[in-house]
């Protein structure tokens, strides 16, 4: 595929930025689920939130193009072979992943509406609704924004420019996989959905990792490539869980089960591998000390805020806690991944536990330096469930650069969760 002649026509309405409503990442649709089934009643608020203020999106996306795009969104609905892939296909060993109710609601879905306006230079995106019908705004309005400033900065670049430019950045990615090809008992998957440069340049990040890593490539978290290249699709769940039964709770001592009512109602739905433990929403280390032992039976724990060797460190030692062997569990880290710390996180736990990777932003958005003054550098933007029924919802992390909420609410929940003190550390993507 020619990439640069792609972008440099990107204009065809072949291109359009989100091209069905799989084009999104697995976990959104295993917890679209789950919630359809437990929380159908609850009504919810998303907005974007870019935490890199210095990227004025707002000045640098047309907002005629931005509603172009989200409007074309709300026309997509679920093709056929899409439904059969969902109901049909094998996932984590498991037939049938999706239940026949999810799946008749999914098959009639349509994305809801959405609120636009533009506030000091910043878009303000925000979508309000029925929890399971809002909650799968947040894949592709993040891919939206942030393929529209990719093409904000490319637009005026000439056909050879491009080529270049594309053709460095395949060399970049390239001479990553050759550094990572040796790796004995490397397992790695792409996590770069949300933050994506685009999705031509997704799938070829996945293409070019099947290649050079072969087996040690396990899958995608985005689903419409994962049925697209017939390989796995890879997720579980994420903070917006916990966020939202939290902001749900009625007094303290229910928002500090809140974390643990969600692993209730995903272990009643969910065996093996995608009884993964998220346990840094208000504090792992505050987490585990307070966790049920049925916990401890689960087949591992994601790493996703801190630092990534103290939070593998406190895992193994609560898992010897409860009397569990380590090396028969499985960590996935998935902060800020690059290279030199994937070989460095291998190196250090291969053999103390199972080790996997979830690589996201600097897998399918490394154009650093690529574009005159940095302009294709990624930038840290989320979109996130910011009220539920009417109430704020809080994030703490294991980064309190990474917190968010009312001031209040999140000395509230420091309180309540027994966090102590925490390393600042600098949010890269």
């Given at each position: 595929?020619?990439?640069?002649?792609?972008?440099?026509?990107?204009?065809?309405?072949?291109?359009?930025?989100?091209?069905?409503?799989?084009?999104?990442?697995?976990?959104?649709?295993?917890?679209?689920?789950?919630?359809?089934?437990?929380?159908?009643?609850?009504?919810?608020?998303?907005?974007?939130?870019?935490?890199?203020?210095?990227?004025?999106?707002?000045?640098?996306?047309?907002?005629?193009?931005?509603?172009?795009?989200?409007?074309?969104?709300?026309?997509?609905?679920?093709?056929?072979?899409?439904?059969?892939?969902?109901?049909?296909?094998m996932f984590y060993g498991k037939r049938q992943m999706f239940r026949s109710d999810f799946m008749e609601w999914f098959e009639n879905y349509r994305l809801p509406p959405y609120h636009l306006e533009v506030r000091?230079?910043?878009?303000?995106?925000?979508?309000?609704?029925?929890?399971?019908?809002?909650?799968?705004?947040?894949?592709?309005?993040?891919?939206?924004?942030?393929?529209?400033?990719?093409?904000?900065?490319?637009?005026?670049?000439?056909?050879?420019?491009?080529?270049?430019?594309?053709?460095?950045?395949?060399?970049?990615?390239?001479?990553?996989?050759?550094?990572?090809?040796?790796?004995?008992?490397?397992?790695?998957?792409?996590?770069?959905?949300?933050?994506?440069?685009?999705?031509?340049?997704?799938?070829?990040?996945?293409?070019?990792?099947?290649?050079?890593?072969?087996?040690?490539?396990?899958?995608?978290?985005?689903?419409?490539?994962?049925?697209?290249?017939?390989?796995?699709?890879?997720?579980?769940?994420?903070?917006?869980?916990?966020?939202?039964?939290?902001?749900?709770?009625?007094?303290?001592?229910?928002?500090?089960?809140?974390?643990?009512?969600?692993?209730?109602?995903?272990?009643?739905?969910?065996?093996?591998?995608?009884?993964?433990?998220?346990?840094?929403?208000?504090?792992?280390?505050?987490?585990?000390?307070?966790?049920?032992?049925?916990?401890?039976?689960?087949?591992?724990?994601?790493?996703?805020?801190?630092?990534?060797?103290?939070?593998?460190?406190?895992?193994?030692?609560?898992?010897?806690?409860?009397?569990?062997?380590?090396?028969?569990?499985?960590?996935?880290?998935?902060?800020?991944?690059?290279?030199?710390?994937?070989?460095?996180?291998?190196?250090?736990?291969?053999?103390?536990?199972?080790?996997?990777?979830?690589?996201?932003?600097?897998?399918?958005?490394?154009?650093?330096?690529?574009?005159?003054?940095?302009?294709?550098?990624?930038?840290?933007?989320?979109?996130?469930?910011?009220?539920?029924?009417?109430?704020?919802?809080?994030?703490?992390?294991?980064?309190?650069?990474?917190?968010?909420?009312?001031?209040?609410?999140?000395?509230?929940?420091?309180?309540?969760?027994?966090?102590?003190?925490?390393?600042?550390?600098?949010?890269?993507?």
């Amino acid at each position: 595929m020619d990439i640069a002649t792609r972008v440099y026509n990107h204009k065809w309405k072949i291109d359009p930025i989100v091209r069905s409503l799989i084009d999104t990442d697995f976990y959104k649709l295993l917890m679209c689920q789950s919630v359809f089934r437990n929380r159908p009643d609850t009504t919810v608020t998303f907005s974007l939130i870019n935490r890199s203020r210095h990227i004025r999106t707002a000045e640098l996306i047309d907002e005629g193009e931005l509603r172009e795009q989200l409007d074309h969104v709300r026309t997509l609905s679920l093709a056929r072979g899409e439904s059969t892939w969902l109901r049909g296909n094998m996932f984590y060993g498991k037939r049938q992943m999706f239940r026949s109710d999810f799946m008749e609601w999914f098959e009639n879905y349509r994305l809801p509406p959405y609120h636009l306006e533009v506030r000091d230079g910043q878009y303000e995106l925000t979508f309000e609704g029925r929890w399971h019908e809002v909650m799968l705004w947040e894949i592709p309005a993040l891919a939206i924004i942030m393929e529209l400033r990719s093409r904000a900065v490319l637009k005026d670049m000439g056909r050879f420019e491009l080529q270049v430019l594309y053709a460095r950045a395949m060399t970049r990615l390239w001479e990553k996989i050759e550094r990572l090809r040796p790796i004995e008992g490397l397992r790695l998957a792409d996590f770069g959905t949300r933050r994506r440069h685009s999705f031509l340049w997704q799938d070829w990040c996945v293409q070019a990792m099947l290649e050079g890593l072969g087996a040690r490539f396990i899958g995608t978290s985005n689903c419409l490539i994962a049925m697209r290249r017939d390989i796995e699709a890879i997720g579980t769940n994420a903070h917006e869980l916990p966020m939202v039964y939290a902001a749900l709770a009625d007094s303290d001592e229910e928002l500090a089960q809140a974390p643990y009512r969600v692993l209730e109602d995903w272990q009643e739905e969910h065996e093996g591998n995608l009884r993964i433990i998220l346990p840094d929403t208000y504090g792992t280390r505050g987490f585990l000390e307070r966790a049920p032992d049925w916990l401890a039976g689960w087949t591992g724990m994601r790493i996703d805020s801190g630092d990534p060797v103290a939070g593998a460190e406190t895992a193994i030692e609560w898992w010897k806690s409860r009397g569990e062997d380590p090396r028969r569990k499985l960590l996935i880290f998935s902060d800020g991944l690059d290279v030199d710390r994937i070989i460095d996180l291998h190196e250090r736990f291969s053999g103390r536990v199972r080790v996997s990777f979830g690589w996201g932003t600097l897998l399918t958005n490394d154009f650093r330096g690529l574009a005159k003054e940095d302009g294709l550098a990624p930038f840290s933007l989320v979109c996130k469930a910011v009220a539920a029924d009417g109430r704020p919802t809080v994030k703490l992390s294991d980064n309190p650069n990474k917190a968010m909420g009312p001031p209040g609410q999140i000395e509230r929940y420091r309180r309540v969760f027994g966090v102590g003190e925490q390393k600042a550390l600098e949010v890269v993507v």
